[in-house]
């Protein structure tokens, strides 16, 4: 089984229902260890940037109102296939679709505001560490 690091936020919502700390305890009951943490209030251009493949899509503008709302928690994640583990856990976009159990069915309303972010393969976990982390700030586990 590959080590792999993915890419995850704690959306506005989530964050302001003060769901923080149940979502990381999903993440580590998983086995998914908290490499990077920090809490950010993203800019117009900074929510832009990170949905830029979202860009010609209807809700983009709604997307990117919504990440601006509040603060968010981004979080980089290792593990035994981290990519796929954690958007098993995540849950389906829309969280009326998500499985029993997933973060999405737990804490999320709608699929607008669905709670959690998490990346959808490697190339998209390497560029979405990248936007909000520089190697200095990861901690990979030594113990
Ligand atoms: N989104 C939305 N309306 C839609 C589809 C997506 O607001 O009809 C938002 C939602 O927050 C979602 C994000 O856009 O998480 C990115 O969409 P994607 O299809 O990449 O879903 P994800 O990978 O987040 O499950």
Redesign the pocket.
């Known amino acids: 089984m590959a080590i792999e690091r993915t890419f995850s936020i704690i959306?506005p919502d989530a964050v302001a229902k003060n769901h923080i700390g149940a979502i990381y305890n999903r993440f580590e009951t998983a086995g998914l260890k908290i490499i990077a943490s920090k809490m950010v209030h993203l800019s117009q251009e900074q929510a832009e940037g990170f949905?830029a493949?979202?860009s010609e899509?209807?809700?983009f503008g709604?997307?990117v109102a919504?990440?601006t709302s509040g603060p968010i928690m981004v979080q980089v994640l290792e593990g035994e296939n981290a990519v796929l583990a954690h958007?098993e856990i995540?849950g389906?976009?829309?969280p009326a679709e998500a499985a029993e159990g997933t973060i999405?069915a737990d804490f999320a309303e709608?699929?607008?505001?669905?709670a959690a972010?998490?990346?959808?393969s490697l190339a998209s976990a390497e560029r979405e560490v990248a936007y909000f982390f520089s190697a200095e700030e990861l901690c990979p586990r030594t113990r």
Do not use: C, Q, V, W
């Open positions: 959306k949905y493949e979202h899509r209807p809700f709604a997307l919504f990440m958007r995540l389906a976009t829309n999405r709608s699929i607008d505001e669905n972010h998490g990346s959808d």
